[in-house]
């Protein structure tokens, strides 16, 4: 499985943006996908996840009600929606597979496969 990550970029507090993560590989409907972050001088953090088959998804507390993480299946892709981004979500931004869609871990030793991260600066 190889994944790309593409959308980053400068925004101000209250914008939004659309990240996008591209899919290669086999066997994607047992796949669990989720995007995580990392700020400078900080640990990797769950953002959110989602079922490749099923759509079930799940979101860190500090994002729910903002972000919306989706699939397309026709494009092989899978998206993160922010709104009312604020100055502490500015991250690298990374999108993440597992070979297992029965649940969505938050840890991110649990996910196999991984995009090489978009930047996301957020400013105030």
């Known amino acids: 499985v190889q994944l790309q990550a593409s959308g980053g970029g400068l925004v101000q507090t209250g914008g939004s943006l659309r990240l996008s993560c591209v899919v290669s590989g086999r066997n994607l409907n047992s796949h669990g996908m989720g995007w995580f972050r990392q700020a400078p001088g900080k640990e990797r953090e769950f953002v959110a996840a989602?079922?490749?088959?099923?759509?079930?998804?799940r979101y860190a507390d500090s994002v729910k009600g903002r972000f919306t993480i989706s699939r397309d299946y026709l494009k092989d892709t899978m998206y993160l929606h922010m709104l009312s981004l604020k100055p502490e979500d500015t991250a690298v931004y990374y999108c993440?597979?597992?070979?297992?869609?029965?649940?969505?871990?938050?840890?991110?030793?649990?996910?196999?496969?991984w995009g090489q991260g978009t930047q996301v600066t957020v400013s105030s």
């Open positions: 989602i079922t490749w088959r099923g759509g079930s998804t």
């Open positions: 993440a597979s597992r070979q297992d869609s029965t649940w969505l871990p938050v840890a991110s030793n649990e996910y196999a496969y």
